[in-house]
Structures are given as structure tokens and as C-alpha cells.
């Protein structure tokens, strides 16, 4: 799998490289574009690649639609091939990474517990499995800058509609959600990749920070003051529930208040009050974004909550628990693991993405309403 992936890798950058993906200039360039001596940006004298007129004619119905085209070609096919090709590669290397980073565990390593030996163990010999579960969580760092290009693109218009909405705080955001992912892929290479419900801090760095971007990405929307203090709130509950979790999870109990002890055992159980929090969170983004993009915004929290929180729950019940051994690890981890990552949190951010950069704005909406 790492050879295939490599091999393809390879192939499509060099293919790049001689410029096999170079979309042809006449199908993106402008032509006939027409312009006064007036009108001529004077300080490119000669060079100026563009022809003149002696009148005062405007731009040519052929130069516009040479202009929009150009436009709407958001990013060159070769770039594309080349975010691919990376992520392929990306995702090859860390997955062969991975499994050298498990060989002096599997022979015989004596700092590797029996936990680590069975998860490195079950990520070898699951190599098809394992390689999707690492592409999963590659897909986000190409999603989240695309969704920002859209933002980038597009914010300034929805801003001129809604005056609340502000695309450097929505960039914020995603830029948050983006390092709060890249934690959980260190949390994950921790463990091998099987999945274990625990307090590890990489794990409170995934929550803190997504939590945070959560929290931006509302007040991109429309800010405010109140809302922003619940979220400091969530944020101050995952800040004490998860050093007081560790605590039990290392038998620290001396530092664990008694009347806490018992219901931070399960961290299943736990974490519940840590959704909770996420839910109200993404409720404030669905209730602030329906505003701009209407009933489509609930498309977005029941995939990035109902059908993400689904899973986790399914997930839970095939975490890993202390007295499993080798044989009672299950397959099912991985697939339930990819569907709440894949069909939950990517999907909801992929759609908003598609809201975005379909933006119509209401001038124009009011306009086809006026004609039909």
C-alpha cells in the first residue's frame, strides 16, 4: 500500500512538473480586451499585453466573458493534481511511518505496554484499513483551506448583505479547527491509531481547540457578548474535566475530588457534558448562519453533530477496554472511526464550504424574484 501510494504520488507531481495538467491559456485567458490610451496603466508602458483603441469603447461582450470565465476558474487543474498527489503522498508516509514507529514494540520493545503491542499489531495487519483511517484524517488539511479560499473569495459580498459577518474571524475559525485536528492526529499515532477513549492531552488539545473554532466560527457569523461567555464557560469545563480525568486514569485519586471519581472512570460517561458543550456551540452557528443561508444551515449541524455524534457513540462501544487481549479488537474501530470523521465532521464542513462559495446575493435573489 505505501509503494502504490508513493508510486501514484509520484507520478501525478512529475505529471504536474512538465505541465501534463496546464489547462490551455486560450480556455482561462482574456483576449480582445479593449481599452482607451487614456485608459492604459501607464506605468507598464510597452509591455502592456493588451490592445488599444482610439475610442472610448468599453471592455468587448468577448472580453467580459473571457473575465468571468477567468473568475470562476478558483484554482488551476494543476495545482488541484498537485493537493492530491500530496495528500496521497502525505498520507503513505505517515501511514509507513507509523508502522516502523510500531516494529521495536512488536519485537519484544520492554516500554511498550501490552495495550501499544496489540494496537501496533492490529494497524500492521489491517494495512488497507489503517491507510483509509490516516486519509481521513489528511482530507482536513486540505478542506479547511479550500473552505477559507471560499471565505476569502466570497466573504466581503455576504458582508455587504449582512454587516455582522466577518471573513477574517470565520478564517479564525477554520484555522483553529484545522490545529485541533492536526493534535488528533498526534493522539492518534500515540495509540497505534485504535481508537481508546481517553483523557490523553493531545486528546484536550483536539476538544480545546475545536471547541474554540466552534466558537469563532459563530461569531463569524454575528458576534455576541453573552454567547462568547458560554463559550468560555465550555472551554473552562474541558479545561478542569480533563486534568481531573488523567488524574484517575494514572490512579492519581488523591488529586481527584471523592464525588467525582466514580463518574470520571468511564470517560464515555464523561465526555458527555464536553458534547453537550459542542452541540450548544454549533446550535449558536446553525441559529446565527441560518440568517444568511436559511434551512440549509440545518444540513450542516445534522452532519457535523447528529450524524458525527452517531457515530461516536457507536465508536464508543467498540473502544478499547482494560481487559480486552489481541482478539477481541475489532475492525468495526476503524470503520465506525472513518464514518464519524468522513460522514460527520468533513462532510458538515465540506457543505458549508458549498454554501459559501455558492452565495447568491440579495440584490440578485430579489431580481430573479421580481422577473418570475
Given at each position: ?144 483551506p479550500w473552505v477559507s479560499k471560499q471565505v476569502s ?220
Amino acid at each position: 500500500m505505501y509503494i502504490l501510494g508513493t508510486k501514484l504520488a509520484a507520478v501525478l507531481a512529475s505529471s504536474v512538473a512538465v505541465g501534463a495538467f496546464t489547462a490551455p491559456s486560450s480556455s482561462v485567458g482574456i483576449h480582445n480586451r479593449v481599452f482607451s490610451p487614456s485608459r492604459q496603466p501607464k506605468h507598464l508602458g510597452h509591455f502592456y499585453p493588451l490592445q488599444l483603441s482610439t475610442n472610448d469603447n468599453s471592455i468587448t461582450t468577448e472580453s467580459k466573458d473571457a473575465i468571468s470565465l477567468r473568475q470562476e476558474a478558483e484554482v488551476p487543474i494543476n495545482v488541484r493534481v498537485l493537493v492530491v498527489s500530496a495528500l496521497l503522498g502525505f498520507t503513505s508516509v505517515v501511514h509507513k511511518l507509523q508502522m516502523y514507529l510500531n516494529t521495536p514494540c512488536l519485537n519484544g520493545s520492554e516500554v511498550c505496554t501490552v495495550q501499544h503491542h496489540d494496537f501496533a499489531q492490529f494497524f500492521n495487519e489491517h494495512e488497507i484499513a489503517s491507510f483509509l483511517l490516516v486519509l481521513t484524517h489528511s482530507i482536513p488539511f486540505a478542506l479547511l483551506p479550500w473552505v477559507s479560499k471560499q471565505v476569502s473569495k466570497n466573504g466581503r459580498m455576504i458582508q455587504k448583505d449582512f454587516e455582522e459577518f466577518n471573513p477574517f474571524i470565520m478564517q479564525m475559525a477554520m484555522t483553529c479547527i484545522g490545529f485541533g485536528l492536526s493534535l488528533e492526529v498526534g493522539w492518534h499515532v500515540a495509540d497505534s491509531w485504535y481508537y481508546d477513549n481517553n483523557f490523553h492531552v493531545l486528546n484536550f488539545g483536539f476538544y480545546f481547540f475545536l471547541i474554540s473554532g466552534f466558537a469563532l466560527w459563530a461569531d463569524g457569523f454575528k458576534n455576541t457578548a453573552f454567547m462568547d461567555l458560554v463559550f468560555g464557560g465550555i472551554l473552562l469545563a474541558a479545561s478542569i474535566l480533563y486534568p481531573f480525568g488523567n488524574a484517575v486514569g494514572v490512579g492519581a485519586m488523591e488529586e481527584v475530588p471523592t464525588f467525582l471519581r466514580g463518574f470520571l472512570a468511564d470517560p464515555g460517561v464523561a465526555k458527555i457534558p464536553l458534547y453537550v458543550g459542542m452541540s450548544a456551540t454549533f446550535t449558536s452557528i446553525t441559529l446565527r448562519g441560518r440568517e444568511i443561508f436559511g434551512n440549509k444551515m440545518f444540513i450542516v449541524a445534522f452532519l457535523s453533530i447528529v450524524v458525527n455524534l452517531f457515530f461516536i457513540f457507536i465508536l464508543s462501544n467498540y473502544a478499547f477496554q482494560p481487559d480486552q487481549g489481541y482478539e477481541d479488537l475489532s475492525i468495526m474501530n476503524y470503520v465506525y472511526h472513518i464514518c464519524h470523521d468522513f460522514l460527520g465532521t468533513e462532510a458538515g464542513v465540506f457543505y458549508f464550504g458549498l454554501l459559501i462559495k455558492n452565495y447568491v446575493p440579495l440584490a440578485e435573489r430579489l431580481e430573479e424574484e421580481s422577473a418570475i
